[in-house]
């Protein structure tokens, strides 16, 4: 070979090996860095022949969203569609009537076993099912990642590193317990695994053995995976016997600033004031408890939210997540889509929803976290702001909000 060839291609090796030498450095540190997790695992009873087994050649997954690497900028959180797409594309009717008619024949599958779970855990049987339904697609989505690799990169260089240490103790402790293989211990890129997708820690605090067959498998177990989504819900204050929301048509001088779940009312104050009922309620109904829900700001449907519209919320913090598990579970046993349509609005990018909240924090209208997520308490303060600035007072962030904002600066 001329020499002049190899003179290229040990430049090349040469170049390849700098390319690569941070990356292995990092995974040393980051292997040294799970070894010194042993004694707290330890300590929560997984053995040294777990450990030891589990932990060999695990390697970080710098992929992942969520992640601070050290000389990178912060990698920021999923754009989960919950908090990116509208209503009219997250609540699809296709998709809401698809999994609504098999959630009707799953219902007569399993009645054996959610007739224990509406029993033992007040949570009904549509409410779990459509739970697993978004979750997986009732088993039919597998997910994506090595649960142990994703809370290891996680406790290592996310952003929740504390919490994650022990997510990732905890998914140490499921393999060694024989819960689940290896093999089977799939995640979300946020470590969430099973057919309702619970955290390591959210199986042990709520994990049920329905099929009495000695072990909580909500992997591959039907009655154990429904089971353990009632008891977290009855964990988290499920009342049973509460709906999770009524439809409502709200006047045509609805406050949409109101829309946040500080403002509590009785559902019959909130039909005095003008808001009329989708469906018939009764006098006990009226008597609940009910915060104010506009999804879309001044279009689309309103509703009134009861106390477990808020436990829904702690499965999956996403407003359009809670809208659609409890619209599937009413469809389940009832046709009727939402007597209001929604809009063809647009949704703003996360940056420019940031810009927004950013805005309405240096105004004071605006205490919560910066996420470039337009939930409640963003559309609130974005509808004060409209009262402030004289604009339409709409509660949606929208291209004209974020200019009048940019020529207040």
Known sequence: MPSGCRTLILALLLAALALHAPARAADAAFTQ??????????????????????TRGLEPDYKLPDLALPGRPATGASAQAEFVQVPANYVKEATIARLAAEGQRLMQKHRAALDQIESRFGVPATMVLALWGRETD????????????????????????????????????????????????????????????????????????????????????????????????ADKGWQPGVRWAYEVRAPANADCTLGVPEVQKSIGEWLRAGFAPVQRLSAADQTQTASLLQ??????????????????????????????????SDRMVNPQRFATPWTASTQLRTKSVEAMQKHLARTGLY????????????????????KSAGLKVDCWPSEAVLQSMGAAR
């Not at 393999?175 to 890129?189: N, Y």
């Open 33 to 54: 860095f799970i070894a010194s997790l042993w004694p707290q695992a330890q300590a929560a009873g997984v053995s040294r022949e777990t450990f030891e087994r589990e």
């Open 138 to 233: 009732y088993g039919r989505y597998t997910s994506p990642h090595d649960t142990l690799r994703v809370v290891a990169t996680q406790a290592y260089v996310g952003r929740r590193k504390e919490q994650y240490r022990d997510e990732f103790i905890l998914a140490l402790k499921i393999l060694g317990d024989g819960a689940v293989t290896r093999k089977d211990f799939r995640s979300s890129w946020a470590g969430a695994t099973g057919l309702t997708q619970f955290l390591p820690s959210e199986y042990y605090k709520h994990g049920v053995d329905l099929d009495g067959d000695g072990r909580v498998d909500i992997w591959h177990s039907v009655p154990d995976a429904l089971a353990s989504a009632a008891k977290q819900l």
């Open 295 to 328: 999804p879309e700001g001044s279009y689309g449907p309103s509703f009134l939210t009861t106390k477990n519209y808020f436990v829904i919320k702690q499965y999956n913090f996403s407003d359009l997540y809670v809208l659609f598990v409890g619209h599937l």
């Open 367 to 386: 205490t919560d976290k910066i996420d470039g997520k337009a939930g409640m308490l963003t559309r609130a303060a974005l509808g004060a702001y409209q």
